[in-house]
């Protein structure tokens, strides 16, 4: 089987790459790899979640859930220094690319933590937490993510999740509508959807 950005432990060899990016009226400079989702950019769907995500009105933490190299995590933290966000992956380089992406940019109020799914998050609740999910892990893993954040939010919690149309956007919402009662679509993008549902 190929591998994967939802690999645990990479084989690929190491090849990093840099590059400075303007997010939220800030200039980041991130570091991506391979065997890490989007090796050579921002992509856009995490750029248009980084853009339209707002503060929910309860306080906790936020979680970034498939954080990959950390910048959707990295940057909500950098605009919202009154909140603790942790930054959460099954994957070991993207983990560690995170927490110097996090260093690099002067971002101190992250944890870096991995996780397969919600298996090291038991008994963590969230304020809001924000999915890029790994479409390619397939339907059956992305719902199960959804499951567990609905189990993780505080009540009025909010789960903001960015999905490409062709890539499920429909039957994503669909099964937010069977977990949540207000689901709404954000915005829509070049074929993207950030939709947000409250848990009510």
């Not at 591998?3 to 400075?20: F, I, L, R, T």
């Not at 769907?45 to 990959?68: A, M, N, T, W």
């Not at 927490?99 to 809001?128: G, I, M, P, T, Y």
Request: glycine fraction near 6%; charged fraction near 25%.
């Amino acid at each position: 089987m190929a591998e994967h950005y939802y690999s645990q432990k990479p084989q690929s060899q190491s090849s990093p790459k840099s590059w400075n990016y303007q997010l939220r009226t800030r200039l980041y400079t991130f570091t991506s790899d391979v065997g890490v989702f989007s090796k050579n950019e921002v992509d856009f769907g995490s750029e248009l979640l980084i853009e339209q995500f707002r503060e929910p009105v309860i306080s906790g933490d936020f979680l970034d859930l498939g954080c990959g190299y950390g910048p959707i995590g990295i940057v909500l933290a950098d605009h919202y220094p009154e909140r603790n966000v942790v930054l959460a992956d099954i994957n070991e380089r993207a983990m560690t690319l995170a927490e110097k992406n996090a260093a690099r940019n002067h971002v101190e109020n992250v944890e870096c933590l991995q996780s397969d799914q919600f298996s090291n998050l038991v008994d963590r609740s969230f304020a809001a937490i924000v999915m890029n999910p790994p479409i390619r892990v397939g339907k059956k893993v992305v719902h199960q993510l959804f499951e567990g954040a609905k189990d993780a939010l505080y009540d009025q919690g909010e789960l903001w999740i960015v999905i490409q149309k062709k890539q499920g956007a429909p039957s994503a919402k669909a099964k937010l509508e069977e977990l949540f009662k207000s689901v709404e679509i954000i915005a829509r993008n070049k074929g993207y959807f950030i939709i947000k549902a409250i848990n009510i």
